[in-house]
């Protein structure tokens, strides 16, 4: 999906990419909305999904009985089922309740289809052949 605005401070990196994508080479027709600087009352919506989808995380660990010593190897894992798990919520633009997903790509992802719980055990069949 093309992205069509951007809302963003005035920061250095924020105006080197406003430009780069308003060059010749890029021309991605990108709208920009400049925010004011250090204000939590713009922002706060993406912090409170951050601190949410991080505890989903935790919680997907903890509730799989990941021990504390792997957690810090299986964090990325969980964090990221955390956020595909988040955009299958269901809310209501213009009327219409569907998936985040939904909204944005028109149809539900196709791991959708095939959720399992979170740390589930499995079983890895593996066939060894004789080579001679």
Same mark, same amino acid.
């Given at each position: 999906?093309?992205? $069509?605005?951007?809302?963003?401070?005035?920061?250095?990196? +924020?105006?080197?990419?406003?430009?780069? !994508?308003?060059?010749?080479?890029?021309? %991605?027709?990108?709208? /920009?909305?400049?925010?004011?600087?250090?204000?939590?009352?713009? +922002?706060?919506?993406?912090?409170?999904?951050?601190?949410?989808?991080?505890?989903?995380?935790?919680?997907?660990?903890?509730? &799989?009985?990941?021990?504390?010593?792997?957690?810090?190897? %299986?964090?990325?894992?969980?964090? !990221?089922?955390?956020?595909?798990?988040?955009? %299958?919520?269901?809310? &209501?633009?213009?009327?219409?309740?569907?998936? #985040? /997903?939904?909204?944005?790509?028109?149809?539900?992802?196709?791991? &959708? $289809?095939?959720? #399992?719980?979170?740390?589930? &055990?499995?079983?890895?069949?593996?066939?060894?052949? +004789?080579?001679?």
């Amino acid at each position: 999906m093309p992205v $069509k605005i951007v809302r963003m401070d005035e920061a250095g990196e +924020n105006i080197k990419l406003k430009k780069r !994508t308003d060059s010749v080479d890029w021309k %991605l027709n990108i709208d /920009y909305e400049i925010n004011a600087r250090n204000t939590p009352q713009q +922002n706060h919506l993406a912090g409170i999904a951050f601190t949410i989808i991080g505890n989903r995380g935790r919680t997907l660990m903890h509730h &799989a009985n990941v021990p504390e010593e792997i957690r810090y190897k %299986l964090y990325r894992e969980a964090f !990221t089922t955390a956020e595909h798990l988040d955009g %299958l919520k269901v809310i &209501a633009i213009d009327g219409e309740d569907k998936t #985040r /997903y939904e909204h944005w790509c028109g149809k539900l992802p196709r791991f &959708a $289809k095939h959720l #399992r719980t979170w740390g589930e &055990a499995g079983t890895v069949k593996t066939i060894i052949t +004789n080579v001679s």
